[in-house]
């Protein structure tokens, strides 16, 4: 079982940065496929940036170049750092972890087994 936990969500003007945290609990931290998700107000979940046990990272085309997804295995923790932030960025966001062998795709959230509870981004501009 593994319990997720995010922080550091908040109201920023754009252009600004912001770093989320996503503290786990449970033991074989390093084994999981970590992610981050986002949901914005009237659409569905979507693929934000994930990161593998051997810290493979993949990100949305919307985020590539201003988004970074890092790993800290002694902290049990996943971070989005969040840069140069745009209205359209405002979302509740997730994170979500999985096993390597956790059956579904590692693009959609049926792809996954443990969520946090969500932390709001708000980007004002």
């Known amino acids: 079982q593994v319990q997720l936990v995010e922080s550091g969500g908040g109201s920023v003007q754009a252009g600004g940065s912001l770093r989320l945290s996503c503290a786990a609990s449970?033991?074989?931290?390093?084994?999981?496929?970590l992610t981050w998700f986002r949901q914005a107000p009237g659409k569905e979940q979507e693929f934000v940036a994930g990161?593998?046990?051997?810290?493979?990272?993949n990100y949305a085309d919307s985020v590539t170049g201003r988004f970074t997804i890092s790993r800290d295995n002694v902290k049990n923790t996943v971070y989005l750092q969040m840069s140069s932030l745009k209205p359209e960025d405002t979302a509740v966001y997730f994170c979500?972890?999985?096993?390597?062998?956790?059956?579904?795709?590692?693009?959609?959230?049926?792809?996954?087994?443990?969520w946090g509870q969500g932390a709001q981004v708000t980007v004002s501009s």
């Open positions: 449970g033991r074989t931290f390093s084994n999981y496929i």
């Open positions: 990161i593998s046990s051997d810290e493979t990272t």
């Open positions: 979500a972890a999985r096993l390597p062998h956790y059956p579904g795709d590692y693009y959609f959230p049926s792809g996954y087994r443990y």
